[in-house]
């Protein structure tokens, strides 16, 4: 049986680990969020990402925080119909500047996929969204595990499981 001393000890050194992996995180959020600025256009303070996994695709949905904000409204909508365009052509070197990796996973089978998928920009009244839609499994896998990787990393909290569209 673990003493009190013994126990004071290990909860202590819990407490002091997870501040420091928390601060550890904060510059890492603080450096994909100035990134993300650059690369995308918009404040990531301001706004929100969601990615949703369909057992058709998926999407990524973006929208302003204040309704009343229309600059990154602005900046949204002409972000996304340009990523829209860039990933129907195989292009994913937006999410690899945002991520500062040339590894973001899914990618490259996306591109090398680019025909199976369907990339459709839609305006919504917040923001917009890119409605993503496949029939090919393999092409499905490796968008779910882009999309997995754009909620971790984005820490949105979005499922990480398909659901059907419309939900």
Known sequence: MMSFHRFAIVA???AISTVLLAQQAAPAAQHLDA???HVMGFDQQKTAHHFRLYE???AIEVSVKD???SE???AIRGHLPHIATMFADGQFDA???VHDTTNV???ADLARMKSRLQYNFVETPTG???DIVTTDKDALAALHTFLRFQITDHQTGDPATPAKRGR
């Open 35 to 37: 990134r993300g600025k």
């Open 105 to 107: 996973p899914g990618a």
């Open 56 to 58: 058709d695709g998926g």
């Open 67 to 69: 309704k009343a904000d």
């Open 128 to 130: 917009g969204r890119v």
């Open 12 to 14: 202590l050194a819990l």
């Open 95 to 97: 999410p690899m500047l």
């Open 72 to 74: 990154n409204l602005t």
